[in-house]
């Protein structure tokens, strides 16, 4: 869709996001100087969020010194089929991100810039139990070949322990301001988790 092609909806999405900055123009990421120097990633997405494609959202956040140093909010390429699987695209995007961050802590730990910066696998929470147990079972299910073949590299990230996958419960998840619209309290708590007073 083009520039040229807006309609109403358009108009009130923008009004909707200048309304959000202007009434957040004074917040900022504050990181903890006494806080856990632990990455913790959260990943979620909202399956066929998009009217439009049926595409869904991939979102995911990674907390460090009490605050967000990476995010991302996106339209997933493809279509998924279940919200397995729109929650195992959103899940590879996030350990690609995890893998990279951990190489770069680990690179300034190396450095002696800090020596409180704790190393191993990084944690990433995920709401859907159902993409958590995919990872679990070696079997290949004929219904999830698709996603076998395309993101195997989450599971060789679990395997090498790079990353690690937790339950999370979906009203904890930090991540959905990523992927949907929330209410202004919860979406308050979401942005406090992040690190944004």
């Excluded at 770069?104 to 810039?113: D, N």
């Excluded at 139990?129 to 395309?150: A, L, M, Q, T, W």
Aim: a positive charge; glycine letters at 8%.
């Amino acid at each position: 869709m083009g520039v040229s092609c807006y309609g109403k909806e358009h108009w009130a999405a923008i009004k909707r996001v200048l309304w959000y900055v202007k009434g957040s123009i004074d917040k900022g990421l504050v990181f903890e100087k006494n806080s856990s120097c632990v990455l913790q990633g959260y990943s979620d997405a909202d399956w066929a969020g998009d009217h439009e494609t049926r595409r869904s959202k991939t979102g995911f956040t990674f907390i460090f010194g009490g605050a967000s140093v990476s995010w991302c909010s996106k339209l997933q390429k493809t279509v998924a089929l279940s919200s397995m699987e729109d929650e195992y695209k959103a899940l590879c995007e996030a350990s690609k991100e995890a893998v990279w961050l951990n190489k770069l802590v680990q690179s300034v730990a190396s450095q002696g810039l800090r020596t409180a910066i704790s190393g191993g696998p990084i944690n990433i929470k995920v709401d859907n139990s159902g993409c958590i147990d995919f990872f679990k079972s070696p079997v290949e299910h004929k219904r999830s070949k698709h996603i076998y073949n395309r993101y195997q590299f989450v599971r060789e990230a679990i395997t090498t322990d790079k990353v690690t996958l937790e339950h999370c419960a979906m009203d904890d998840m930090v991540a959905d301001p990523m992927t949907k619209e929330l209410g202004e309290i919860k979406h308050g708590k979401h942005v406090e988790a992040m690190g944004l007073c």
